[in-house]
């Protein structure tokens, strides 16, 4: 019984904190100055998207492929990772 009581009185008291506000700025909102939210570069997301593609490409190929990758299909994926890493996608 004390835990159901205990348990009716702290959810009323989380309940009244102020949760933060994500502000148009992109800063937390709440009645200060704001704490300022860290953001991806976009070349960080496209190399991101890059390597996805490529490991997706891959398992296309290894199930076309029986399960284990041809040489040369092992190669194009090397080469092609090897070009998003240097910066090319």
Do not use: F
Request: glycine share 14%; hydrophobic share 50%.
């Amino acid at each position: 019984m004390r835990m159901l009581v205990w348990a009716g009185l702290a959810i009323p008291m989380l309940l009244a904190c102020p949760a933060p506000v994500l502000a148009a700025g992109g800063t937390t909102g709440g009645g200060g100055a704001g704490i300022t939210l860290p953001s991806i570069p976009i070349h960080g997301m496209q190399r991101h998207n890059a390597i996805v593609a490529v490991r997706a490409e891959g398992l296309k190929l290894q199930a076309e492929d029986g399960g284990t990758l041809t040489d040369a299909h092992r190669a194009y994926l090397q080469a092609k990772l090897n070009a998003v890493l240097a910066g090319n996608y």
